[in-house]
């Protein structure tokens, strides 16, 4: 099992209804949930497919390779096509999670 | 939770009950009791269930669907061509029981309250929810073409939802004689699996080049172009030579009538007669039977959502998924409503948490098989604008025009590992 895994449910309100600020930490979660989870149709969080395998894929090497796909540096069938439709700032919010969760 | 364990929460979390404020108080029962009810174990509805467990695993989710195991409409096509069997294309639930802790219940939702917040099963249970997903996929506007049934499914079959359909059209392809004409009545915008019909048309090319080939394929069909049409057509050409023939509904595609005694499809007028040996109507679509019934179609024919959430405009509380919903210029696939089941799941545990919602980002990835060994594709990635899902600017598309064939390879390899990735997303 991966580990940490997303919560955003009753944690979350509890910050936020007692008062403390947390609001901008949840909202990130939930960005980072959306966004990572979209990733895990094709690769497999329990690697089933054969597309590459991102639990525990290394940060910087992450965000390195959504830039050559994105500006076709790296030679791609699809993922050239998929990494353009992300921001900068997506592709380290990728890497950020893809980084610390582990099979 | 019971009542012991939630006062243990509490004092765990170290806040006394006495210093709760209302609205915590109130925000975190919700959270902690929320029953979330699931309508559908397709693409979307699994996905939904089993992702809301994934984020809040202290929800109760309900599964309902009818079905003990489900067949995937992606891959159908490959059972028709011969290379992959019914069992390589069916997903069962007990993963979704056993490692998610999602309550599968096998049975057909029959009734939906949106005021009281119930759903109704065949079976006669009654069960309440906080927040319904619902995820029902299509139902078929047979009565659109004259002469043809629902009843006529068994001799004519649409197999455009995969299972027994599969099975009979794969009977029938093995069944025709070599110089036998095979007709695909393909569907008007929008449908379920924009690219399927002709994916269909290129498997069935493949089986018949080997076992009987001498034999034509004729799509007719309702539209003017259709996904990856430039793709497709090379793909034909390159492999197929002239066994495939597509006819616009401007050059006699658009099916008026069907004689399903004869198996002879009729347009403009009686003018074009189309005698087939294989007839695959595939009839045009709407949203699934129960969304339809419980007032979410509105007055058309699909689920009107917010494009940030996929909450119903119509119903509060209950949010729509898949193909049954409008989803800007999200295609009908599997895919999409994989990714949506996830935005769903978001939305569905914000809300209930008494948090903002998040914006819906999504993505899309469609293989179609031209060959076993030829694939093609078109991705898509979306985002959230003025109250539409729109395609983000510069970002997907189709596979390059005029690629090597080790491309084309490649992307048939990524096509088997697409299903096998997805699939265990969705019910593993």
Redo the contacts between chains.
């Keep these: 099992m991966m580990k940490p ?6 944690g ?3 910050v ?4 403390l600020v947390g ?1 901008q930490a ?2 990130d979660a ?2 980072e ?3 990572t ?2 990733c ?7 690697a ?4 590459p395998n991102l639990v525990g894929y290394p940060r910087d090497l992450m965000i390195s390779q959504m830039q050559m796909f994105s500006n076709g540096s790296r030679p791609s ?2 993922m050239d ?6 921001s900068e700032a997506d592709y380290v919010v990728m890497a950020d999670y893809f980084a610390t969760i582990e099979q | 939770m019971t009542d012991l364990t939630r006062r243990s929460f509490l004092k765990a ?1 170290g ?1 006394g009950g006495m210093t709760l ?1 209302a ?2 108080t109130a ?2 029962r919700s ?2 009791k929320a029953h979330v009810v699931v309508v559908g174990g397709g693409s979307g509805g699994a996905t939904a269930a089993k ?1 809301v467990k ?6 109760q989710v309900t599964l309902i669907e009818p079905k003990a195991t489900y067949h995937t409409c992606y891959g159908s096509n490959w059972v028709l061509g011969g290379h992959a069997t019914m069992d390589d294309i069916e997903q069962t639930y007990g993963a979704l029981k056993e490692r998610h802790g999602v309550n599968v219940v096998q049975d057909t939702v029959t009734e939906v309250d949106p005021e009281r917040r119930t759903v109704t099963t065949a079976g006669g249970a009654t069960m309440n929810y906080d927040r319904l997903i619902m995820s029902p996929g299509i139902d078929f506007r047979y009565g659109a073409v004259p002469g043809i049934t629902e009843a006529d499914a068994e001799r004519v079959p649409h197999a455009w939802k995969a299972g027994e359909q599969t099975v009979l059209l794969r009977r029938q392809l093995e069944a025709m004689p070599d110089g036998g004409v095979f007709v695909i009545v393909a569907p008007g915008n929008p449908f379920r699996c924009p690219p399927g019909p002709y994916e269909r048309a290129s498997m069935a090319a493949h089986y018949f080049k080997q076992a009987k080939p001498r034999s034509k394929i004729l799509i007719l069909d309702n539209k003017e172009n259709f996904s990856k049409q430039g793709l497709f057509m090379a793909g034909w050409d390159e492999h197929y030579g002239d066994m495939i023939e597509w006819l616009p509904s401007s050059e006699g595609g658009q099916v008026e009538e069907i004689d399903v005694a004869t198996l002879t499809a009729y347009s403009d007028g009686g003018f074009g007669e189309f005698k087939a040996d294989v007839l695959n109507y595939i009839p045009p679509q709407q949203a699934g039977v129960i969304a339809q019934r419980s007032g979410l179609t509105g007055d058309g024919l699909w689920c009107p959502v917010d494009g940030k959430t996929f909450e119903s405009t119509i119903h509060a509380g209950i949010y729509v998924i898949g193909d049954s919903c409008v989803a800007g210029a999200m295609p009908k696939s599997g ?1 999409s409503a ?2 949506q089941g ?2 769903a799941a ?1 939305a569905v ?2 809300d ?5 919602p ?6 899309n ?1 469609c293989y179609s098989l031209i060959t076993p060994d030829h694939a093609i ?1 078109v ?4 985002a959230y604008q003025d109250g539409d899902i729109v395609s ?1 600017e ?4 189709v ?1 390059p025009a005029h690629a090597p064939a080790p ?1 084309r390879r ?2 048939a ?2 096509t ?10 969705i019910w ?1």
């Design positions: 895994v997303f919560r955003i449910a009753a979350g309100a509890m936020l209804a007692c008062g609001s949840m909202a939930g960005r949930a959306m966004i989870s979209s895990f149709s094709c690769h497999s969080i329990d089933t497919g054969n597309m069938t699809i096509r998929i990494a353009r439709g992300y | 979390a806040i404020a609205g915590w925000a975190a959270s902690e992702y994934r984020f809040a695993p202290e929800m895919h994989n990714n996830k935005v978001v545990i914000r209930l948490a008494g948090l903002e998040e914006t819906a980002s999504t993505a990835t594709s991705a898509g990635v979306y983000v510069g970002a997907g598309g596979s491309i490649m992307e390899i990524y088997k590992g697409w299903y096998t990735g997805i699939v265990g997303d593993g």
